[in-house]
């Protein structure tokens, strides 16, 4: 299979150029930590607080990763290259792969690691899962993404990043794409770097978290691809990352924003290692933001999906736990009994499928929805039976006052996106989800960054 693996050339993407670190001042070294915008923007020192992602292994499927990087150094697992055989940690050549580890790992250099680059869970690990690009011609297997995300999903990764254009999925890459997800594996790819209203194979992919880019002021990149299945938005415009051929690159694209929410599930996952990868999305999607201007969205969006993360409120809003797949849909041979998760009533999932869930007993949910209409019947012909012939003794006819019945069954709970809660509570840029879906922006004259 052939990839254009990591998006590295479409779209225009800005690059640097190289820096050496024993010559670089240190106004030059601020200022590569200074680039960093969206850690600005994410408040990551109050972030960071919360969680590191210490613990959560997330893996990057694109080039090999350049682990003796002094902002990656000792968080770089070895993993493997499916492309060339071997590690996939010493990478010297192709950028990329790099510069995704260190936007969701990275962890600065010098005196209390000021300098550098540093990423959104700067002690999570890297698991570097290396596979052809479009002009490699690879010596190892012959369907390298289904092998990476086998590795990948059986070596510990509960998050795995893909910055890359796939091409078509063949049936081996679908098998193993289930198979991540049965494993309760996060799994967040970019949406791609055309400006095209169309996703790809691999971000539609039903369970994948596609991802847009936004720029510094929350608008969607121009250059940012979109369609119904995209589910969240992040920077992606001008970010600064580590490099394999030299220090540093500066780039814009979804490679990178799709980086930010993986780095933003290891934290997740950090925090809250019982929730799953759907709990996991259902966090940030329920305190993503918009810009403002947006009000009346109806969401998902298409450009936006439910909005950009903002991790520090996924960290620290009380939100409902929801249910196991949250607003993830399933592939279809995932629709089975479900053992494990918490279940909320009505959950819905993006595009309006809803996860078929059965109970453990040898009844199914349709089953038992049967019998009880059927007791129900029965009784009320009885009732009925017992009125008329009470109506006829007492000289009376017809039905009681409201019909028979009576005013009818409760309406149905409402289903984890219409849940009014404590992650409704207004901040500076309040993000309230509704029946509609419509998420009010903030009001532009605020001062705290939008993805605060």
């Known amino acids: 299979m052939s990839f254009t693996r990591t998006l590295r050339a479409v779209g225009g993407a800005v690059v640097a150029g190289a820096l050496l670190f024993g010559a670089a001042p240190t106004a030059l070294a601020d200022e590569i930590r200074g680039d960093q915008w969206p850690l600005t923007a994410f408040d990551a020192k109050s972030v960071w607080k919360e969680s590191t ?50 936007i969701i790992a990275g962890h600065g250099h010098g005196a209390g690691d000021s300098q550098g680059v540093k990423g959104l869970a700067p002690t999570a690990k ?47 890459d679908k098998e193993a794409l289930s198979y991540a997800i049965k494993k309760d594996i996060l799994l967040v790819a970019a949406t791609g770097n055309d400006g095209r209203g169309r996703l790809g194979d691999l971000p539609s992919y039903p ?31 001008l970010i600064r990352s580590a490099a394999a051929s030299k220090p540093y690159r500066l ?12 780095g933003a599930a290891a934290l997740l996952r950090s925090k809250f290692p ?50 196991k797949n949250g607003p993830l849909k399933i592939p279809k041979d995932e629709l089975a009994p479900s053992t494990g998760g918490a279940t909320a009533p009505g959950a819905s999932t993006v595009g309006g499928s809803q996860a078929s869930e059965e109970s453990d007993s040898g009844l199914g949910i349709g089953a038992i929805v049967g019998v009880a209409v059927g007791v129900l019947v029965v009784v009320a012909i009885i009732v ?26 409760a309406p149905q ?5 219409q849940q009014p809660g404590p992650y409704q509570q207004p901040g500076p840029y309040p993000q309230q989800p509704s029946a509609s879906g419509v998420y009010p922006p903030a009001p532009p004259t605020q001062p705290p960054p939008h993805f605060r």
């Open 53 to 102: 992602g210490k613990g959560v292994t997330v893996a990057v499927i694109d080039d090999a990763v350049n682990g003796s990087h002094p902002d990656l150094k000792g968080n770089v697992l070895p993993g493997r290259d499916f492309n060339q055989g071997g590690v996939a940690n010493q990478e010297s050549v192709y950028d990329h792969g790099t510069g995704m580890a260190s």
């Open 384 to 409: 009925i039976a017992i009125v008329v012939v009470s109506q006829k003794k007492n000289g009376r006819n017809g039905p009681p006052p409201g019909g028979f019945g009576g005013p009818g069954f």
């Open 274 to 323: 019982d929730l799953t990868a759907g709990q996991i999305a259902n966090r940030l999607v329920k305190t993503a933001g918009l810009p403002p201007g947006q009000a009346g969205t109806k969401l998902p969006d298409p450009h936006y999906g439910y909005g950009f993360i903002r991790p520090f409120r996924a960290l620290t809003q009380d939100i409902p736990t929801g249910s």
């Open 413 to 417: 709970q409402p289903g984890p996106y």
């Open 126 to 172: 890297i698991l570097p899962v290396a596979i052809p690009g479009e002009d490699d011609v690879p010596t190892q297997g012959e369907d390298s993404l289904a092998e990476a995300l086998k590795y990948a999903a059986d070596h510990g990764a509960s998050v795995i990043n893909m910055s890359i254009d796939a091409g078509v999925l063949t049936e081996e």
């Open 251 to 262: 780039a814009s694209g979804t490679s990178d924003s799709a980086a930010y929410v993986s």
């Open 207 to 237: 369970g994948v978290v596609a991802v847009g880019a936004v720029d510094k002021a929350g608008q969607v990149w121009g250059k940012s691809n979109y369609g119904p299945q995209t589910i969240l938005t992040a920077p992606g415009t």
